[in-house]
Nanobody
Framework: QVQLVESGGGLVQAGGSLRLACTAS????????MGWFRQAPGKEREFVAA????????VYSDSVKGRFTISRDNAKNTVYLQMNSLKPEDTAVYYC???????????????WGQGTQVTVSS
């Protein structure tokens, strides 16, 4: 099994920045892709960004493209999400995810973190 622990959430004003981190433990050798999802109150969980392998492939949702950057430090088994130009609509619980396949990380990853709250005030 793989365990994922997120950190870095908090409260920030619109236009500000936050960096989320997610560290994996356990059977980390089985992980090929990692990503971030978010769930706002009353809404379904949605895909935010994913990174595959050493980081040569990254994917973003249209709503965050150009503002968020996903990166990965494989030596530390950690994935980061740098969030800039934050908007109130970015307010959500952000979840880290991991999977052995790049084909499923966007839709149905096998492993999930517990989530970290990000609140953007206007």
């Amino acid at each position: 099994q793989v365990q994922l622990v997120e950190s870095g959430g908090g409260l920030v004003q619109a236009g500000g920045s936050l960096r989320l981190a997610c560290t994996a433990s356990g059977r980390t050798f089985s992980i090929n892709a990692m990503g971030w999802f978010r769930q706002a109150p009353g809404k379904e969980r949605e895909f935010v960004a994913a990174i595959v392998g050493s980081g040569s492939i990254t994917v973003y949702s249209d709503s965050v493209k150009g503002r968020f950057t996903i990166s990965r430090d494989n030596a530390k088994n950690t994935v980061y999400l740098q969030m800039n130009s934050l908007k109130p609509e970015d307010t959500a619980v952000y979840y880290c995810a991991a999977d052995g396949s790049s084909r499923t990380i966007v839709r149905s990853p096998n492993y999930w973190g517990q989530g970290t709250q990000v609140t953007v005030s206007s």
